[in-house]
């Protein structure tokens, strides 16, 4: 078996509901995942949960329970929102996984053994209440630090220290030598930025047990366990072990339960991340993989962050998008759509409800929905619903729109797809309205103009619904079943003009997306 195309996304904190941040992430590894496989390629498509850490071990034991019993509480409720989104993830890692844990233990060996760690006292200045660490920086112009930090006392700690020193010259290098390491480019820039101005300082990879023990001991020290970010990182590669990926074993020398499968997954194609975290994967990732000897992930796909009504979304103020309540109201693939429409990957984009209600108007029931509709009703009135023969009129434009959406995808395009698909919906749309359907069905005369219509009509409809598979599942199929096909649109191929066959029976004609009095 050759190896998959392998893309993750970051794994949520478990502590707090999933919203549009998380929910906008996974939708888009999850287009990009299903559009692999409409390509052709075998996918294999990774998200999940991050359970470990302070703040984890404080919400569990303000419920009375133990953190344990609170992770399998939450991950309950965030495995059914990814089920609410239509993700086609093939695994779900949570940290707390037995798989995930001795993995990350048999790295820490691996580590420590090479000479990678180094034990040291650390004084610094500690806020108890934000459980962190303060600077220099963190001081205001008096002096004094802000208030939000609570009590701050001058500590001393020992702890495990990864070297970083060497590491920062060819991490430069190799990210200079591969634009597309990082994207977009402006964050790339910002990493080589930081990377050339600044000396990194090594990484503190554990926490005293006296001072959070939810997490995984560290092997060779009982008194510590692994912080979160090394533990969170590796989910990346220890779910790949659990698959049986030949790289990661060997680079480990793990040899961890009873594996089942050998799927060869490392190196991943695109971690998924947000724009607040490109540094821990651009900069120390990158490093833990060298000193592990695994290969780069080719890409880290860095999206902007999502607003309401040009504020941050906050639960404490109020100012949340409920993606489950919207998915329930409007239909998850209109849900799917805006996030994807509305916002390129990378800059930061602003939800509001005008908006969202705006594009489902105009784009999903007034476009699309449209389209379809009355492409197939009329073909059901005037045509018992029996696809006349063949005609190209619209060839030439669904070429364009299949071209330009394959290669749009095969760069992780996926606003620009959309528009190039909406090319040929409105293109359709303008067609129905210059042919006039209803007016040449009222003269026996134009009977096989009526012909060519239609069958460009509804060959239009197929070729969308095969376009539209990787980003709106749930319509594409929809759109497949009232053509009459079986099957399911999800094999880009298919989307080359022909497919109709004359003949061919469609099925019922329903409205896709209902319009709403708004
Ligand atoms: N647990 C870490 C990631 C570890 S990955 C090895 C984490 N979790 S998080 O729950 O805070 O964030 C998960 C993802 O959601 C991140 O990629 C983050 O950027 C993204 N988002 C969180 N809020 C967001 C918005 N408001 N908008 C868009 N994405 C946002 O970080």
Request: with cysteine; glycine share 8%.
């Amino acid at each position: 078996m050759s190896k998959r195309f392998y893309i993750t996304t970051a794994i949520d904190y478990v502590n707090g509901q999933p919203h549009l941040g998380h929910a906008y992430e996974k939708i888009i590894a999850d287009v990009i995942a299903r559009a692999r496989r409409s390509l052709g390629q075998e996918v294999f498509f990774l998200t999940g949960l991050d359970e470990h850490g302070q703040k984890v071990q404080q919400a569990a034991i303000a419920e009375g329970k133990t953190p344990q019993a609170y992770c399998d509480e939450l991950a309950a409720d965030w495995t059914s929102f990814a089920k609410s989104l239509g993700l086609t993830n093939d695994d779900f890692v949570r940290t707390t996984d037995q798989r995930h844990k001795e993995f990350v233990q048999a790295i820490l060996t691996r580590l420590n053994d090479a000479g990678h760690f180094y034990k040291a006292t650390y004084t610094g200045f500690y806020s108890a209440k934000e459980e962190t660490f303060l600077t220099q920086k963190d001081r205001r112009p008096d002096g004094t630090f802000d208030p939000i930090y609570g009590e701050v006392v001058e500590l001393k700690e020992d702890n495990y220290y990864f070297r970083l020193g060497a590491q920062q010259q060819w991490l430069i290098d190799y990210i200079g030598a591969n634009p597309d390491f990082i994207a977009p480019s402006y964050r790339r820039n910002e990493i080589l930025g930081f990377l050339k101005n600044n000396t990194l300082e090594d990484l503190c990879i554990s926490r005293p047990i006296s001072r959070l023990n939810w997490g995984i001991p560290i092997p060779f020290d009982p008194n510590f366990v692994t912080y979160v970010w090394f533990d969170a990182l590796v989910n990346y590669i220890s779910i790949a072990a659990a698959h049986g990926d030949k790289a990661v074993l060997a680079a480990t020398k793990s040899e961890i339960g009873n594996r089942k499968s050998e799927i060869e997954l490392w190196p991943a194609d695109i971690h998924v991340i947000g724009k607040d975290i490109v540094k821990f994967h651009a900069v120390y990732w990158p490093i833990m993989l060298k000193a592990m000897g695994l290969a780069l992930p080719k890409q880290i796909l860095a999206h902007g962050f999502w607003q309401k009504d040009g504020a941050r979304i906050s639960k404490s103020t109020g100012n949340v998008v409920e993606p489950v309540a919207i998915i329930n109201e409007w239909g998850v693939d209109a849900f799917r759509f805006y996030v994807l429409r509305e916002l390129d990957i990378g800059p930061d984009g602003n939800w509001t409800e005008a908006g969202f209600k705006s594009r489902y108007q105009a784009e999903l029931a007034n476009g699309l929905g449209n389209l379809v509709n009355r492409s197939l009703s009329m073909l059901k009135r005037y045509r018992n619903g029996i696809v006349p023969a063949r005609s190209n009129e619209l060839a030439a434009d669904a070429a364009k729109a299949a071209d330009e959406t394959r290669a749009l995808l095969k760069q992780s395009q996926l606003q620009a797809a959309l528009q190039s698909i909406w090319g040929l919906v409105n293109r359709a749309n303008q067609y129905v309205d210059q042919t006039a359907p209803f007016k040449l069905a009222k003269d026996p005369s134009q009977s096989q103009r009526l012909d060519e219509v239609l069958y460009n009509l509804a060959e239009t409809c197929r070729v969308l619904a095969v376009l539209l598979w990787p980003f709106l599942p749930g319509t594409a199929t929809k759109i497949y079943a009232q053509l009459g096909l079986a099957g399911s649109p999800d094999k880009l191929p298919a989307a080359t003009w022909g497919g109709l066959q004359a003949g061919q029976v469609i099925g019922e004609p329903a409205p896709l997306f209902p319009r709403k009095d708004i």
